[in-house]
Every structure is written in structure tokens, then in C-alpha cells.
């Protein structure tokens, strides 16, 4: 079985930073990708970035050039670095590990965008 355990959400103001972390534990032998996505209450999780185990990385349109991923493959943790901040990334951030043969999530951590 896989853990995975996000940190570091809070509440920021517009145009300000935060990052989250994300390791997974366990019965890990491979990790085909690590990423992050995102849930407004009422609406559909969806896909804010992910990272392959050779440092592939999709980002979704409207978080481009503002939110940067990255991972540590040796520690099985990842990343989020969030710049620019506006109200409408304020979400529920969720961690997703990818092994080739299940996909596992985190908990979630909120994430507050709001002067």
C-alpha cells in the first residue's frame, strides 16, 4: 500500500507565493509520475500539474508560467511552487502518485487565495 501526505496550504494574499510538498511511502517500486490537481466544492477535480520520473512536466493553461513542479525521485516527494497567486486558484489541492499499476491521493490541503 501507498501513503501520500500533502503540506504547506494556508491562506495568501493576491499576488503572493506558496508551495506545497507531497511524499509517498510504502510498498513503492517504481513511480511512473507525481503531480497535483484541484477541487472547488461542487466541481471536478482537475489537473493543475504533473511530473514523470525523467522530469516531464504538464501544466494546465491557467496556471502556466505562474505554478512550478518538481520532485525528488530519491525521497518519492514533489513539489508545487506557487507564484502570482490570484482568487481564483483559492481550491482544495490534492497530491497524485501514479505507480504503472495503481494511483494513489493525498488527503488534500486548502488552499486560500483572498485579501
Known amino acids: 500500500q501507498v501513503q501520500v501526505v500533502e503540506s504547506g496550504g494556508g491562506l495568501v494574499q493576491p499576488g503572493g507565493s506558496l508551495r506545497l510538498s507531497c511524499a509517498a511511502s510504502?510498498?513503492?517500486?517504481?513511480?511512473?509520475?507525481m503531480g497535483w490537481h484541484r477541487q472547488a466544492p461542487g466541481k471536478q477535480r482537475e489537473l493543475v500539474a504533473t511530473?514523470?520520473?525523467?522530469?516531464?512536466?504538464n501544466y494546465a493553461d491557467s496556471v502556466k508560467g505562474r505554478f512550478t513542479i518538481s520532485r525528488d525521485n530519491a525521497k518519492n516527494t514533489v513539489h508545487l511552487q506557487m507564484n502570482s497567486l490570484k482568487p481564483e486558484d483559492t481550491d482544495v489541492y490534492y497530491c497524485?502518485?501514479?505507480?504503472?499499476?495503481?494511483?494513489?491521493w493525498g488527503q488534500g490541503t486548502q488552499v486560500t487565495v483572498s485579501s
Open positions: 497524485n502518485v501514479n505507480t504503472g499499476t495503481g494511483q494513489y
Open positions: 510504502g510498498t513503492i517500486f517504481y513511480i511512473y509520475s
Open positions: 511530473i514523470t520520473g525523467t522530469g516531464s512536466t
